[in-house]
């Protein structure tokens, strides 16, 4: 079964952090590049970062930069998102999506979802 499963949300205070992670079966991260996804209560989801099948490109939306950090480990069929300095803006449910490209990344048109996983930061 090919499916990706997202684990770490949670409750955290403004200004902390947390790591998400993202789980790939049934498929090889090897040949897919790697978005996260966020979909605010009320709001549209939108894309945060994404990374290349290899590693070694990635993409941010401004208001993550500097705060979050996307990271992939083939061997482990894995990636994951460290999230710091949240603040009250960065609640949402957030998915990891892939998408098999040969370069670059992607947040259109992906090929799998996962089912998200909910952070809130509040105090």
């Known amino acids: 079964q090919l499916q990706l499963v997202e684990s770490g949300g949670g409750l955290v205070q403004p200004g902390g952090s947390l790591r998400l992670s993202c789980a790939a079966s049934g498929f090889n991260l090897d040949y897919y590049g790697i978005a996260w996804f966020r979909q605010a209560p009320g709001k549209e989801r939108e894309g945060v970062l994404c990374?290349?099948?290899?590693?070694?490109?990635?993409n941010y939306a401004g208001s993550v930069k500097g705060r979050f950090t996307i990271s992939k480990d083939n061997a482990e069929n894995m990636v994951y998102l460290q999230m710091n300095n949240l603040n009250p803006e960065d609640t949402a449910v957030y998915y990891c999506?892939?998408?098999?490209?040969?370069?670059?990344?992607?947040?259109?048109?992906?090929?799998?979802w996962g089912k998200g996983t909910l952070v809130t930061v509040s105090s």
């Open positions: 999506a892939a998408k098999r490209l040969r370069i670059g990344c992607s947040f259109g048109s992906m090929d799998y």
């Open positions: 990374i290349s099948r290899s590693g070694d490109w990635t």
